[in-house]
Structures are given as C-alpha cells and as structure tokens.
C-alpha cells in the first residue's frame, strides 16, 4: 500500500517536473533577456564600453543558404570577424535551412513574440513582413548613420528594399538570372564559342543547332518559382523598358497582358514549337546538373550556381545576359537583411551595425567571391579580393553587369498567394493542358482576388 | 453492517486502484493535452474565425471558412487527388503485402534474407526515399525515367507532368510501404494453427483452396487493422511532396496534408488551415473508428 503511494507520488512528481522544465526553460531564457537588457543601456554610453565588466549587447541572426557549397562558415565567419570589432556586441547567428524554412522560423517567432533582432530573408517577403506588423523601416538609421552611403547599392537591389518612400531592408545576398552555355559544344556545331546569342530568334537558332548527340539546346527551369523565368521572358518581350508585371506598391498584378502571352508563348514554343528544349516542367535543381553533365548545351539559371558550376564543370562554359526580344532583362532574386520589431531600441541599433558591416563593400567582396552572388556595392569591385576573383573568372562580371537591366522580382501583398497563382499557371502551360493566354488570364483573376482586402 | 463494511474496502480499493493507474497515464496524458488536445481545441476555434494577411486580428465569420473551402477549387483538387492517392496504394500494397508475407512465411533457405528485403525500405526515413526516388524519376538520368522513355520512344519528365505524377509517388508509397505491412501479415499468419493446413492437405485440398478458404479469412483482422493504417497513412505521409514535387506541377500531386502546411506558412491564411485540420481530423477519427466499433468484432472467425 504505501509503495504503491509511493509510485504514484513519484509518478506525479515526474510529470509535474516534465511540465515545468517545458515552463523553466522559457523563464531562463526571458531572464536572460533582461539581464542582457539592462547592461546595454550601460554600454550604450560612451563611458561604460570601456568597463571589461560590461555584458555586451546580444544579438540573434538567422540567415538561410540556398545554393550549394559551405556557406554556413563564411557567414559564422563574417559575424565572428564583426564581434572581434565590436566586442559590444554578441551575435548569435543561426542557420535556418533554405529561403523557405527560414521564412517559416520567423513567421512563428513573430507570432511567437520572439522574433530574430536581423535575419536575411527573401526580398518578396516585404509586403508580408508589413502586413504581419513584423519589421521596422530603417530611415531613421540611414539619415543619422553617414558610413552607410546608400548611393553605393546597386539600384537594381534597393528597389526591392523600398514600398512608398520607406527602406525596410539592406541588399546582402543577390542575384539574377544568367545564361550558361557549353563553349565545347558550341564548337562541336560551328557556332563561336565567344558569341552567345544575344536576341530571341539566334536563342532559337542556337538551341536548335544544340540539340543533338545526346543533350537538348537549351533548359529554362518551370517548377518552384516559375514566375521568376517568367518576369524575364515579359521583360525582354516589354516595350515599355520599365513594365513589371506588378505594381511597384504591391497592390496591382498584370500579368494578363498581350505583351506577356508572347513571352509565355515563347517559352512553350522552345520545346513544343522547336524542340529545342525538353517537354513539360523542368526541375529547378535538376538543371545545373544537367548543364554540369553535358545534357544540355544552354540554361538559364541564378547567377547564385556560378561557383557550383565553376567548381564542376569539367568543360570550358560562358556566362551572357540572357537574350533579348525587344530589351534585355532580369528579375533580381535572393535577400535582404531585415531588422524587426518587438525588441529593445538597444537590440535593433546593434542589429542595425551588424547589418550594415555585413554589406560593407570588404564584406560584400568576400561573400560574393565566396559564393558566386552579386556584390551588392558598386566599392565591392574595387576591392583587391574582388578584382582578384574577378580578373581570374571574369564570368562573375556577367551579372554585375546585367544589374542596369535589372528589376524588381514579383513581390505584392499576399505575396504566397498571387506567386503561386501565376507559378501554377504558368505550369499548367508547360504541361500543356492550358494555352498561353488563358493561363494568364486564370493567373489574372486569382492575383486580383487574393489582392481585393489590399485595394479596398 | 458487513455489506457495509464490504462497501467502504470496496470503494477505498477502487480508489487506491484508480488512483495508480491513473498515475501510471497521469504523465503522457498531460502530454497528449498539451501538445495534441490543446491543439486541437484551438484549431477548432479558429477555423470559426477569419485570420489571414489581410485581417491579422481574428474576425469570427462562423463556418464560412467551410462554405469557402466548399468554393475553393485547390481544396476540391486536393481532397479528391489524396482520395485517388489512397486508392492507388492502399489495395496494391496490401495486396502485394499479403503476397510478401506468404513467401516469408514458408520455410525456405534464405527466409530471413527476404523477410529483411521486404522489411527494409520501410527503415528508410521518408526523405531519404523521396530523394532516392526523386533520382531515379530524373529526366536523361533516372532508371525510371529511362524505362519511361524507352517505353514512349520519346523523353518523359514523369514528375513534370500531371499525367503521370501522381502514379509515380503511387508506385514509390506502395514501395515504401508494403514491407511494413507484410510484419502484420507475417505475424497473423504465424497464429493460424498449422493442424488447419494439415486437415486440409490430408482431405486433398489444393494450396490455393487452402489459402483461399483458410489463410485469407483467418487474417481478415490483420487485414481490417492494416487497411486502416493504410488509409489513415495515405492522408498522413507528405514529407515527399518537399522533396519531390512541391505538390505541383499546377496542383497535380498536391495533398490535403501539404496544402494545410501551405495555407499556414506560405500563405498566411490561418483561418482556412485550420478549418480544413478539423476537416481532416474529423476524417482521421472516422477512419479509425472502423477498427473499434464493430467490424472488428464482425470480421473474426473464432
């Protein structure tokens, strides 16, 4: 009898002490938070930094990496390198998976109440960060902080960072879409390995030249982000030099336009009209190790792959813009830096140094000779590190210099919703079980009702 | 007075009982509440109210949300696409289950090696089959897609095309699970007394007669438990979809699981997900309430 009691007792306690270590371990961390907290105040006077006593400021990061290679070291590289600097400040950098991952941590830290202090996260994500009351606009920063020089940024990559007026974010890992192409190959047909081609028709031409002895002309990716291959295609094919298929304050999309059902067109003609290209939707990931092994001569793909290819490749290949119809054009892609709400005023003006060190043109040199993505600052190239990397694989320069022809990549509100309205369309077409102009049509009227509760 | 006394000992030992074995529940039970009840509840009461990018604050719209999913052509899509899924691979893994089972069963030279080869794709976590499998789907690479293409004299993106998407993740479930299946079989096999077989062969009856007439009625509750974890298992297993398809192309493969995942993290819409969790809890129970509520009982021959 008074084992059995005994059981049961040790039995509840068990349980009461699993219960409250789940409680324990948030109290913990809250309190360090505050302890954290109150010293900052200290360290933020000029005095009291000098005090070793001092506990310093600190910080989390989350950032993703979305391309091949070992990109975790060379940003826990680049923050350790910032905390020797500014020993005031401890950052916390967490790897959080690919852009998508990502973006879901944040999201449930958010609701959470427990966001990152900065994170890297995908320029689309703006008008959803906005509309979730997530992320502060970094003004105040910029007009009190002369070392930033916001003149610096390409304008391609801060036209993202910006929705009327405000800049929400800082450009660090970008890049746009490029054309690769077998050198090998182009002289197996007689083309010039040194002359890409440069309009829509020699595109064509080329691919179908290309396309034989066991690889295809030419792969352009259609699954995940199918819109983004889209936005260049509507692009080259635009009269207008500045028509996106949305609206620059998040709130219109136009896709369906005459314009557009070209540039789709074009894109199904590839494989359907003049078997250039494999038929139905070509994977994402699958295509450089398609370009890689040989089976196809061309692709279009991120300038993010170019290390990825530099590294494998086991043939001679040339990087071009992408050809034109009417204009060149590429949507940007990749993400910025973000600073959020809900910490302490000490927190975001750490999290505003980390993020500016972060995209100064030495550390935009290094990560973009690092990982193939475009140095965000024009100084980045004047950088010994940079014009070394740059003189030994001048393909890198490709999509620096595509950036006067580049653009916003599609961002509005409900931005998961109309993305995938217009990716999933556009597949239907590439599986063929739609044309061209009723797919954009579809596209259309899904974008304009997930964005109705924005316009009202 | 001794009825009495017999009463209180009675109630006092009910309660010392009671008292321990709730003890012995009191641990998980606290666990199941706070990480699937509460949950539950919750997204029960949510899916009464709209929460979305465009309102953050809950507003209660009543069963809306159901009416809209009733409208919503990705959900129709979706629920009908995990409906052919699960009819796709329920009966054939059982099938080809039963059949496993049967040949593990027999005493032969390498039993255990087969049994291990049946049993082994099961041990794979699903991301690592999905990989696997996604290479073998590749275009110009792939074994399938080779076969694939040699078949139709011309390339095929099996997973690229919505034709055939959703019978290439079929075969590769019914790969990964059938294996699995065949323990439960192996096991209900193992409990039929062999003097069954045995009156059987001295009356001069056939093989096939005697796994007609004897093995397949005698496994019938295996068969019940498995078909409902099969079921259950088919609105459930998704992880492939990331790795594969993305649920795509244009929704061809898209799972009722996934486009809750979906409506939750990519497109914000809390409200939506968590009406269509009630929808799918609601069918899980259904589902799994076949096991307790009288077919089991309906189906045993003893």
């Given at each position: 009898?008074?084992?059995?009691?005994?059981?049961?007792?040790?039995?509840?306690?068990?349980?009461?002490?699993?219960?409250?270590?789940?409680?324990?371990?948030?109290?913990?961390?809250?309190?360090?938070?505050?302890?954290?907290?109150?010293?900052?105040?200290?360290?933020?006077?000029?005095?009291?930094?000098?005090?070793?006593?001092?506990?310093?400021?600190?910080?989390?990061?989350?950032?993703?990496?979305?391309?091949?290679?070992?990109?975790?070291?060379?940003?826990?590289?680049?923050?350790?390198?910032?905390?020797?600097?500014?020993?005031?400040?401890?950052?916390?950098?967490?790897?959080?998976?690919?852009?998508?991952?990502?973006?879901?941590?944040?999201?449930?830290?958010?609701?959470?109440?427990?966001?990152?202090?900065?994170?890297?996260?995908?320029?689309?994500?703006?008008?959803?960060?906005?509309?979730?009351?997530?992320?502060?606009?970094?003004?105040?920063?910029?007009?009190?902080?002369?070392?930033?020089?916001?003149?610096?940024?390409?304008?391609?990559?801060?036209?993202?960072?910006?929705?009327?007026?405000?800049?929400?974010?800082?450009?660090?890992?970008?890049?746009?879409i490029?054309m690769?192409?077998?050198?090998?190959?182009?002289?197996?047909?007689?083309?010039?390995?040194?002359?890409?081609p440069t309009t829509w028709d020699e595109l064509v031409t080329y691919a179908k030249?290309?396309n034989?002895?066991?690889?295809v002309g030419l792969e352009i990716p259609g699954n995940?982000d199918s819109y983004w291959m889209f936005q260049m295609l509507a692009r080259q094919n635009a009269t207008d030099?500045?028509q996106n298929i949305m609206?620059?304050?998040?709130?219109?999309a136009m896709f369906d336009t005459p314009e557009n059902v070209e540039a789709l067109q074009f894109w199904l003609d590839l494989s359907h009209k003049y078997k250039a290209m494999p038929e139905g939707v070509i994977?994402?990931?699958?295509v450089?190790?398609?370009?890689?092994?040989?089976?196809?001569?061309m692709m279009m793909?991120?300038?993010?792959?170019?290390?990825?290819?530099?590294?494998?490749?086991?043939?001679?290949?040339?990087?071009?813009?992408p050809p034109a119809q009417k204009q060149f054009g590429s949507p940007?892609?990749?993400?910025?830096?973000?600073?959020?709400?809900?910490?302490?005023?000490?927190?975001?003006?750490?999290?505003?140094?980390?993020?500016?060190?972060?995209?100064?043109?030495?550390?935009?040199?290094?990560?973009?000779?690092?990982?193939?993505?475009?140095?965000?600052?024009?100084?980045?190239?004047?950088?010994?590190?940079?014009?070394?990397?740059?003189?030994?694989?001048?393909?890198?320069?490709?999509?620096?210099?595509?950036?006067?022809?580049?653009f916003?990549?599609l961002?509005?509100?409900?931005?998961?919703?109309?993305s995938?309205a217009i990716t999933n369309q556009i597949q239907a077409a590439l599986a063929g079980e739609i044309d061209a102009a009723g797919a954009l049509k579809k596209a259309q009227a899904e974008a304009?009702?997930?964005?109705?509760?924005?316009?009202? | 007075?001794?009825?009495?006394?017999?009463?209180?000992?009675?109630?006092?030992?009910?309660?010392?009982?009671?008292?321990?074995?709730?003890?012995?529940?009191?641990?998980?039970?606290?666990?199941?509440?706070?990480?699937?009840?509460?949950?539950?509840?919750?997204?029960?009461?949510?899916?009464?109210?709209?929460?979305?990018?465009?309102?953050?604050?809950?507003?209660?719209?009543?069963?809306?949300?159901?009416?809209?999913?009733?409208?919503?052509?990705?959900?129709?899509?979706?629920?009908?696409?995990?409906?052919?899924?699960?009819?796709?691979?329920?009966?054939?893994?059982?099938?080809?289950?039963?059949?496993?089972?049967?040949?593990?069963?027999?005493?032969?030279?390498?039993?255990?090696?087969?049994?291990?080869?049946?049993?082994?794709?099961?041990?794979?976590?699903?991301?690592?089959?999905?990989?696997?499998?996604?290479?073998?789907?590749?275009?110009?690479?792939?074994?399938?897609?080779?076969?694939?293409?040699?078949?139709?004299?011309?390339?095929?993106n099996?997973?690229g095309t919505p034709?055939?998407?959703?019978?290439?993740?079929?075969?590769?479930?019914?790969?990964?699970?059938?294996?699995?299946?065949?323990?439960?079989?192996?096991?209900?096999?193992?409990?039929?007394?062999?003097?069954?077989?045995?009156?059987?062969?001295?009356?001069?009856?056939?093989?096939?007669?005697?796994?007609?007439?004897?093995?397949?009625?005698?496994?019938?509750?295996?068969?019940?438990?498995?078909?409902?974890?099969?079921?259950?298992?088919?609105?459930?297993?998704?992880?492939?979809?990331?790795?594969?398809?993305?649920?795509g192309p244009n929704?061809?493969?898209?799972?009722?699981?996934?486009?809750?995942?979906?409506?939750?993290?990519?497109?914000?819409?809390?409200?939506?997900?968590?009406?269509?969790?009630?929808?799918?809890?609601?069918?899980?129970?259904?589902?799994?309430?076949?096991?307790?509520?009288?077919?089991?009982?309906?189906?045993?021959?003893?």
């Amino acid at each position: 009898m008074q084992k059995q009691t005994k059981t049961i007792l040790t039995l509840l306690s068990v349980s009461m002490l699993a219960v409250a270590g789940c409680g324990q371990s948030n109290n913990s961390t809250a309190e360090a938070k505050e302890n954290t907290v109150q010293p900052t105040t200290i360290a933020a006077t000029p005095e009291s930094t000098e005090t070793p006593a001092a506990k310093p400021v600190e910080i989390t990061f989350y950032y993703p990496v979305n391309v091949g290679g070992p990109l975790t070291k060379v940003i826990d590289g680049m923050a350790s390198a910032f905390m020797e600097q500014h020993p005031e400040i401890k950052v916390n950098p967490v790897y959080t998976g690919n852009y998508g991952d990502n973006t879901v941590k944040i999201q449930a830290g958010v609701q959470a109440k427990q966001p990152p202090d900065v994170a890297v996260m995908m320029s689309t994500e703006l008008y959803s960060m906005l509309d979730m009351n997530a992320i502060i606009p970094l003004d105040d920063f910029i007009a009190k902080d002369t070392d930033i020089q916001m003149a610096d940024f390409y304008p391609a990559f801060v036209e993202d960072t910006q929705s009327e007026g405000k800049t929400y974010s800082l450009p660090f890992q970008r890049s746009t879409i490029v054309m690769y192409y077998n050198k090998e190959m182009f002289k197996a047909v007689g083309l010039d390995p040194e002359k890409p081609p440069t309009t829509w028709d020699e595109l064509v031409t080329y691919a179908k030249k290309l396309n034989k002895d066991g690889h295809v002309g030419l792969e352009i990716p259609g699954n995940d982000d199918s819109y983004w291959m889209f936005q260049m295609l509507a692009r080259q094919n635009a009269t207008d030099p500045k028509q996106n298929i949305m609206s620059s304050d998040g709130k219109k999309a136009m896709f369906d336009t005459p314009e557009n059902v070209e540039a789709l067109q074009f894109w199904l003609d590839l494989s359907h009209k003049y078997k250039a290209m494999p038929e139905g939707v070509i994977d994402w990931a699958t295509v450089p190790t398609d370009f890689i092994q040989g089976k196809t001569a061309m692709m279009m793909h991120t300038s993010g792959n170019l290390t990825n290819v530099k590294n494998n490749a086991k043939f001679e290949f040339g990087v071009a813009f992408p050809p034109a119809q009417k204009q060149f054009g590429s949507p940007t892609g990749g993400g910025n830096l973000y600073i959020f709400k809900g910490t302490s005023p000490e927190k975001q003006a750490a999290a505003w140094e980390f993020a500016k060190y972060m995209t100064a043109s030495e550390q935009a040199a290094l990560f973009s000779s690092s990982s193939g993505y475009v140095g965000v600052r024009k100084s980045a190239y004047d950088t010994d590190a940079m014009k070394k990397y740059t003189a030994d694989f001048p393909q890198a320069l490709v999509a620096r210099d595509q950036l006067e022809y580049a653009f916003r990549e599609l961002s509005t509100h409900n931005h998961g919703k109309v993305s995938t309205a217009i990716t999933n369309q556009i597949q239907a077409a590439l599986a063929g079980e739609i044309d061209a102009a009723g797919a954009l049509k579809k596209a259309q009227a899904e974008a304009e009702q997930a964005l109705a509760p924005f316009n009202k | 007075m001794e009825g009495l006394n017999g009463m209180n000992a009675g109630w006092s030992e009910r309660l010392r009982r009671n008292g321990f074995g709730w003890g012995l529940v009191l641990p998980s039970l606290l666990f199941l509440c706070l990480f699937t009840y509460y949950p539950m509840f919750k997204s029960f009461w949510l899916s009464f109210y709209e929460k979305n990018l465009a309102t953050p604050e809950p507003l209660f719209v009543g069963f809306d949300n159901y009416i809209n999913l009733l409208h919503d052509n990705v959900f129709m899509k979706v629920f009908s696409n995990n409906i052919w899924f699960a009819i796709g691979t329920v009966p054939t893994s059982l099938a080809l289950a039963f059949l496993m089972a049967l040949f593990a069963d027999k005493a032969i030279k390498g039993r255990g090696l087969a049994r291990l080869s049946f049993f082994y794709p099961n041990m794979i976590p699903m991301i690592a089959v999905a990989n696997i499998w996604l290479f073998l789907y590749t275009p110009h690479f792939g074994l399938f897609a080779r076969l694939a293409s040699w078949i139709t004299d011309q390339p095929v993106n099996l997973l690229g095309t919505p034709d055939t998407v959703m019978g290439a993740l079929v075969i590769m479930m019914i790969w990964k699970e059938a294996g699995y299946f065949m323990i439960f079989y192996l096991a209900g096999m193992q409990q039929i007394p062999k003097d069954l077989y045995e009156a059987a062969a001295v009356s001069g009856v056939g093989t096939f007669t005697a796994i007609r007439r004897i093995t397949i009625p005698l496994t019938m509750p295996t068969t019940l438990f498995v078909a409902v974890v099969a079921i259950t298992n088919s609105f459930k297993l998704v992880d492939h979809l990331w790795i594969m398809t993305k649920g795509g192309p244009n929704n061809a493969s898209n799972l009722l699981l996934y486009y809750i995942y979906e409506s939750t993290f990519n497109f914000y819409d809390q409200g939506m997900a968590a009406s269509m969790t009630v929808i799918m809890i609601v069918l899980l129970l259904l589902i799994s309430s076949l096991q307790f509520f009288g077919w089991d009982r309906k189906i045993h021959y003893e």
